[in-house]
T-cell receptor, first 114, second 112 residues
Framework: KAGVTQTPRYLIKTRGQQVTLSCSPISGHRSVSWYQQTPGQGLQFLFEYFSETQRNKGNFPGRFSGRQFSNSRSEMNVSTLELGDSALYLC?????????????FGSGTQLSVL | GQQLNQSPQSMFIQEGEDVSMNCTSS?????WLWYKQDPGEGPVLLIA?????ELTSNGRLTAQFGITRKDSFLNISASIPSDVGIYFCAGQLEGGSYIPTFGRGTSLIVHP
């Protein structure tokens, strides 16, 4: 069974640009959540999608957005990039996002903003 | 948002030593989770705890759900070089969504 796949693995952008990251969940998983990981702040929750609807949202500005497609694949977009957006962006999937379900993480996309 | 205080921030130990790390919070959690992140990879769930006082083992790893429901502990016995990585605690808040709140991680380095 293939794991969670995130593309691209690495990205370098400049301030002001926008970026789109992609996440393909494990087959059969309908919940996809996104996290930002930085050395200073650790893992912070961005948002969660289930059946193409945003179900939960973290405390990030509106420059961070996402969507989910009918095949459960998800994309995350960051507009008007800032230096502080440099981070490892992780997505995780689970079947339905239920309380006792295990989250499976991808390897992440390392974004560097110059 | 909710804060999880994880300590220590980093540990440098010799192979064969035991390791202890913990997480505390001012909030009550329904669930405590422990993850390990290898370099260049995403976190992988090691142990999940669902009940206050629960003690659960996974090989050389043992974790406990504190009886106050505000803390959790992870112990690694007889460490080996492949234990190197970042260990995260995470909690699911009572009355909150299922999305876990993560600690900032404990970086473990094991010297052969």
């Amino acid at each position: 069974k293939a794991g969670v796949t995130q593309t691209p693995r690495y990205l370098i952008k400049t301030r002001g640009q926008q970026v789109t990251l992609s996440c393909s969940p494990i087959s059969g998983h309908r919940s996809v959540s996104w996290y930002q990981q930085t050395p200073g702040q650790g893992l912070q929750f961005l948002f969660e999608y289930f059946s193409e609807t945003q179900r939960n949202k973290g405390n990030f500005p509106g420059r961070f957005s996402g969507r989910q497609f009918s095949n459960s694949r998800s994309e995350m977009n960051v507009s008007t990039l800032e230096l502080g957006d440099s981070a490892l962006y992780l997505c995780a999937s689970s079947r339905t996002g239920g309380w006792t379900e295990k989250l499976f993480f991808g390897s992440g996309t390392q974004l560097s903003v110059l | 948002g909710q804060q999880l205080n994880q300590s220590p921030q980093s540990m440098f130990i010799q192979e064969g030593e035991d390791v202890s790390m913990n997480c505390t919070s001012s909030s009550i959690f329904n669930t405590w989770l422990w993850y390990k992140q290898d370099p260049g990879e995403g976190p992988v769930l090691l142990i999940a705890l669902y009940k206050a006082g629960e003690l659960t083992s996974n090989g050389r790893l043992t974790a406990q759900f504190g009886i106050t429901r505000k803390d959790s502990f992870l112990n690694i016995s007889a460490s080996i070089p492949s234990d190197v990585g970042i260990y995260f605690c995470a909690g699911q808040l009572e009355g909150g969504s299922y999305i876990p709140t993560f600690g900032r991680g404990t970086s473990l380095i094991v010297h052969p």
